[in-house]
């Protein structure tokens, strides 16, 4: 709502019905079978999502094409009316069954594709463990020649094992 001023239009709020909102046990009983009756809240069950085999898909869209055949016109939409389909539906099927057949109907794992299989990630955490072991070895190694150079150098008999033999 708006009204003329001498420096432009104002804009006017439109206002608001005014309830009453004393705390009595008249307005908490009115509130109560508010809520009771449902009236005050609202809340509407959500439909499951459906989802449809290969064999429904693949009868909707030989149904489609019989109304098709049959020349009627808007036998195609009643029929996708009384099925409680979109057409985007029935383009994505016949887009899938004329690519892949009857098995490019078949319902897919939505999401993101796993990089690896199972296989190769057990392969790949044994070469992970592999090359820690590896390292690890060879940190071995060179502590062992560093400590053979250290008794060379102080001029220290390297301890021989009895077991040896």
Not at 107 to 125: C, E, F, I, S, V
Not at 134 to 145: F, P
Request: proline residues 5%.
């Amino acid at each position: 709502m708006s009204r003329w001023a001498e420096n432009g239009i104002t804009v006017v709020p439109k206002p608001f019905p005014e309830r009453s909102h004393e705390p009595g046990p008249e307005s908490e009983q009115r509130e109560r079978e508010r809520a009771a009756s449902g009236s005050g809240v609202e809340s509407v069950a959500r439909r499951p999502r459906r989802s449809f085999s290969a064999a429904e898909k693949l009868r909707i869209v030989r149904r489609a094409e019989a109304c098709l055949a049959s020349g009627k016109r808007g036998a195609v939409e009643a029929m996708l009316r009384e099925e409680g389909l979109y057409s985007s539906h029935l383009s994505t099927w016949r887009a899938q069954l004329a690519a892949s057949g009857k098995a490019g109907l078949e319902q897919h794992k939505t999401g993101r594709k796993p990089k690896m299989d199972a296989k190769d990630r057990a392969y790949a955490a044994l070469e992970k463990r592999n090359a820690e072991l590896e390292r690890k070895l060879h940190v071995a190694t060179v502590l062992i020649e560093l400590q053979k150079k250290a008794y060379e150098l102080l001029g220290i008999a390297l301890p021989t094992r009895d077991d040896e033999s």
